[in-house]
């Protein structure tokens, strides 16, 4: 069945007939009516699936690790068990959830919507992204069923190339088929965002959603292909017994760190962009007043961009490149911090006379930005020379990533989800058990990760699977709160699924939020928009009786 | 309302049959086809970029290895292969210029000309790949060059240029099979009246991609097989 | 005895408490921006919390100088920390002139430690407190890292190069070695001990332990075994056929393509392994290579012998004759 776009008047729901009206849920049903989709809010849906898929898989390898770290002797799974979890634990959040996540799920849902169009620039290249990312996913999957791979995410050369007898070349591949379902995204939203926007919606009136899910695809279509080449490489060199960074050969396998460090730093970039884009709408919803200082924000964003790409050096500081060029890293490292700070301080301005509601969207936003600070500030921590050489490698650096993935990108994504989630699915979800779920998170989460900081000030290496004694109690601590977190996640799970059963209607716009997303129903209609919105004025202009207009759910008391 | 709004299906709206209905008019369609191009051939500098950094920091280290295995290269196949590729950017652009004077078979003429040039580099590629491989200068376990100079050490460090030589030169291959598939496709639908002076714009994205390939040749063409070549 | 819950490290070395300055200055920094965000987040929560359902925020005029004063103030902070944390940092690349040279490679899965007067041990080093030591590392295999965090220090262990780190010892004690760079199976199992002694007591230990050869010492004895003197010393009979090594190591040496190099110690490793790859001006690459011959250990005696060669001291075997250049 086509969804292809008609004229038709919407059926309007009348209580005699309690027909529903149609919306991109019910426009067609059936398997391939999903597996052949144009639709990008289907498409936003089928990655939703296959990304949570991947996050489970992935949060099981760090729950198996969690334990084993329990107690100082390895006693669950052997080291080089040990050595492969932490592996696939890696290659499966970071290029399976990390990085597809909040633009692949929220982006592809809500670009076209919020800046007035019908779809993306090119939905069937949407759609292949979609199956290139589950063709690499398959590829992993393969390499992960035959016993994973034990090199690290990081692929660090000789060892991958030379010394590693597990099935890097599939993960390989799997990673780099991947990362052309990155690039199609990227460039998909670049060409959209330049050329579909509604007439009216001028750059400085877009969400900043937009401008930085812009920033995010810049990196994107500069960065993978960096990668890619290099993962080719790695498996080329496997496979043929080449020695491009075999120094027997005389290759260089800094060389190699070079080229990884060049995609993978401004991919971390890729991950935290998104989720700042989230908290600003999460903000500016949820304190019912514009973003303070909006064009900082947005200029911010494209900013950590462009310096994202000039400070991968500082993953190699005791690497062996020279001190000249750790210092210039360094340098730049700093300079990458101040956008973020300034960020960080214009959200928490917004609150300032603001209308506040701690409904669960506003939980995850304000539990985002106390979380990015410290994650933040331990990166410029690190940046600083003299300190990272004696926390590089260690539990400092594994809990400050973690700050700034699961505290920051996760955190956004999870308030992104609860925020959207009525207009994803029309639903609502229990209130109480969303709080409680977000409070689980956040608790869990400072638990999990700030033991860690101690222990990697106090030498506990990374990827270690056994450690001296003293470090016993700290791991405790972490892998307690490592289940406390587990649990946080586990009930949003659950209850978005029921909600999408039982779950109460939530009416167009249970927020009473401003964008033009909410201008429409919920859920969208698949073409988004009946008629294209012409638009006036900016982002985020809220006023009192607009507000009671828009707001389908009075009281406001939602999730 | 704060917003007001337009109806795009008025009566009376002509639609191209090639306009996509997510797009409002063919001018958007263009525009965005024609974006997307230019951000795909992006990623595609990017991706060889990575290949030409190993290539200048390995050069650098051992510049005296690599002009000695380059000479390995035969310059002349590889010059007629150079003339090949801009003569089949040339014809790329004459098969645009048919459409924009609206010559259908003439379209198809130059495309089948486009691919027919192609071929002729995958062939002389061939001849050269076969070569190497007879010679035994094809990395790996099976390497062992008659060279003098790339004995032992030496012959060790050569192999990096040769797996660059084959990687480099083995992927732009790969994407000149693609555009002569794309190529194909454009010229069965150009007999079929597809294109015209109004609406060419895929002729015209898919002549963005061939003369990239091109430009990478031009790049590897030097690099790879004239280093040195003046002392020779 | 450790505590059953250390908080913070030991600090055993000179550059500790230097480090530990950063992280204590920048701890306070982090604290103090976080509680600032978190208390102001918790007071406007509670003092701008929504009245009613059509409530909304009030929007304030814009304050560019409030944007300029938190890009400002974080970026003078930031600078500020950069150019301590890169002092600190310079520290740690410029060892004393009087260091002590001890040499260590890194294999899966063991740390291998030679003294300067050829004491060897494996995944443990007993070293004198209060003398500066300059650690010459290399890994066999794959990277490998030297992590002693009492020291508060880290270098990664290359194959194929030479990577070098310094310290200075202060206070007696065991304290822990860590491999940091994660290098297969065992990658947790490579750790071992730096033992720090009394200068007496370091003594005492050399002392107690079977009398091995110096480095220069076993140096010396593979340059004969190996027959480095017949091309590089000259003989009554016969003219060298290779450069003087005597007062080579840290010159600028002219190479044959026109090109100058300084003679450090991965020159010196790459021209017993490969050579040809830089040909000194005016001789002949007839050289054969080493590879395969010598482990990364002798290679390191090697270096340390020809390290030990000065410019005057070059007449033990050779009769002092003079030196005849072939042209090419």
Known sequence: MNTTVDTAEPVVPSPETGSEPRNYLNAAYGLRSWLLTRDHKRIAILYLISVTAFFALGSFFALLIRLELLTPEGDLVSPDTYNRLFTMHGIVMVFFFLIPGIPAVLGNFLVPLMIGAKDLAFPRINLASWYIYCLGGLFTLWSIVHGGVDTGWTFYTPFSTHYSNTYVISAALGIFITGFSSIFTGLNFIVTIHRMRAPGMTWFRLPLFIWSHYATSLIIVLGTPVIAITILLVAAEKLLHLGIFDPALGGDPVLFQHLFWFYSHPAVYIMILPSMGVISELVAAFARKPVFGYKVVAFASIGIAVLGFLVWGHHMFVAGESVYVATVFSVLSMLVAIPSAVKVFNWTFTLYQGSISLQTPMLYALGFIGLFTLGGLTGVMLATLGLDVHVHDTYFIVAHFHYIMVGGTIMGYLGGLHYWWPKISGKLYPAFLSRLSALLVFVGFNLTFFPQFILGYLGMPRRYWSYPPEFQVLNVLSTAGASILGVGYLLPLCYFIWSMRYGKNSGDNPWGAVGLEWDTSSPPPTENFLTTPVVTHGPYEYNPKEVHDRTSQPEARVG | ?232 | ?328
């Open chain 2, 1 to 232: 309302m704060a917003s007001t709004t337009i109806d795009t299906h008025a009566p009376g709206a002509a639609h191209h049959p090639a306009l996509q209905h997510h797009f409002d008019n063919m001018e958007q369609q263009k525009e965005s086809a024609t974006l997307g191009m230019w951000l795909f051939l992006v990623t595609e500098i990017m991706f060889f970029g990575g290949l030409f950094t190993a290539y200048v920091v390995y050069r650098h280290a051992f510049p005296g290895v690599f002009a000695a295995a380059s000479h390995h290269l035969d310059v002349t196949l590889g010059g007629i292969n150079t003339a090949v590729l801009i003569c089949s950017s040339l014809t790329m652009a004459l098969a645009i210029w048919s459409a924009q004077i609206n010559r259908r078979k003439l379209i198809v003429f130059f495309l089948l000309a486009t691919i027919a040039l192609g071929s002729v580099f995958l062939g002389i590629k061939t001849v050269e790949y076969r070569d190497k491989f007879h010679h035994h200068l094809v990395p790996g376990t099976s390497f062992a060059p008659d060279d003098p100079h790339l004995q032992g050490v030496a012959g060790q460090q050569s192999q990096i240029f040769f797996a660059l030589y084959f990687i480099m030169t083995g992927l732009h291959a790969l994407h000149m099979i693609i555009g002569i598939g794309v190529l194909a496709v454009l010229a069965v639908l150009s007999w079929k009246g597809r294109y015209d002076a109004h609406y060419h714009n895929p002729l015209e994205c898919s002549g963005l991609y061939w003369h990239f390939v091109d430009i990478v040749w031009i790049f590897l063409f030097p690099l790879l097989y004239l280093i040195g070549a003046h002392a020779r």
């Open chain 3, 1 to 328: 005895m450790r505590s059953q819950l250390p908080l913070f490290p030991d600090s055993a070395s000179t550059l500790s408490p230097h480090v530990d300055a950063l992280f204590l200055a920048w701890s306070v920094v982090s604290a103090f921006f976080t509680l600032l965000i978190a208390v102001l987040i918790l007071y406007f929560m509670v003092r701008y919390r929504r009245r009613g359902a059509d409530d909304v925020g009030e929007v304030e005029r814009p304050m560019l100088w409030l944007e300029i004063a938190w890009t400002a103030i974080p970026l003078g902070i930031v600078m500020a920390m950069f150019v301590w944390g890169t002092l600190v940092f310079f520290q740690l690349y410029r060892p004393p002139a009087d260091a002590v040279e001890y040499y260590s490679v890194g294999k899966q899965w063991m740390w291998k430690f030679q003294h300067p007067d050829g004491h060897r041990e494996i995944n443990a080093l007993h070293i004198p407190a209060g003398r500066a030591i300059r650690l010459k590392l290399t890994a066999e295999d794959v990277i490998h890292s030297f992590y002693v965090p009492a020291f508060r220090l880290k270098q990664d262990a290359l194959p194929g190069r030479y990577t070098q780190v310094w310290f200075k010892a202060t206070k007696p004690g065991i304290y822990h070695l860590f491999c940091a760079e994660y290098c297969g199976a065992e990658h947790s199992r490579m750790i071992g001990w730096i033992v720090v002694m009394e200068p007496r007591d370091y003594e005492a230990w050399l002392a107690g332990g079977p009398a091995g050869k110096t480095m220069v010492a076993s140096g010396a004895e593979l340059f004969e075994q190996l027959a480095c003197q017949t091309c590089h010393r000259a003989a009554p009979n016969r003219p060298a056929r290779g450069p003087r090594l005597e007062g080579l190591y840290g010159t600028q040496v002219k190479l044959a393509n026109g090109g100058t190099v300084t003679a450090d110690d991965d020159y010196i490793r790459e021209s017993i392994l490969n050579p040809t790859a830089k040909i000194t001006a005016g001789w002949d690459p007839i050289m054969p290579t080493f590879q395969g011959q010598v482990s990364e250990e002798q290679l390191l005696q090697l270096l340390s012998y020809i390290k030990s060669l000065h410019a005057d001291n070059g007449g033990s075997e050779a009769a002092g004759g003079q030196t005849a250049k072939k042209t090419p």
